[in-house]
């Protein structure tokens, strides 16, 4: 099992920029796959983006690609997420998980381990 923890969150104006970092302790990180998901008000998770164990492979959701970039540093147990062209539907609080697989995956429920959140807020 890995331990996550999420940073980087807070208030930034539409068309602004935020970078959430996801640090990672316990078992081998490069092990896992490792993907965010975001949980606007009153709304169910949802997948935002997921990367590979090696980080040569990512996937995004259509609302973000173009505008989001998931990361990884496996010399660092982190993962990131740099967020450009924010909009206040991206309001919500991010989660990364971490699934003990390699591959790549957007279904929530395959993650075995999640972090607190950070909560992302965008003003219009």
């Known amino acids: 099992q890995v331990w996550l923890v999420e940073s980087g969150g807070g208030l930034v104006q539409a068309g602004g920029s935020l970078r959430l970092s996801c640090a990672a302790s316990?078992?081998?990180?490069?092990?896992?796959?490792m993907g965010w998901f975001r949980q606007p008000p009153e709304k169910e998770r949802e997948f935002v983006a997921a990367?590979?164990?090696?980080?040569?492979?990512?996937d995004y959701a259509d609302s973000v690609k173009g505008r989001f970039t998931i990361s990884r540093d496996n010399t660092r147990n982190t993962v990131y997420l740099q967020m450009n062209s924010l909009e206040p539907e991206d309001t919500a609080v991010y989660y990364c998980?971490?699934?003990?697989?390699?591959?790549?995956?957007?279904?929530?429920?395959?993650?075995?381990?999640w972090g607190q959140g950070t909560q992302v807020t965008v003003s219009s």
């Open positions: 990367i590979n164990w090696s980080g040569t492979k990512m």
């Open positions: 998980g971490a699934r003990y697989s390699g591959t790549i995956s957007t279904s929530r429920s395959t993650y075995s381990s």
């Open positions: 316990g078992r081998t990180f490069s092990s896992y796959a």
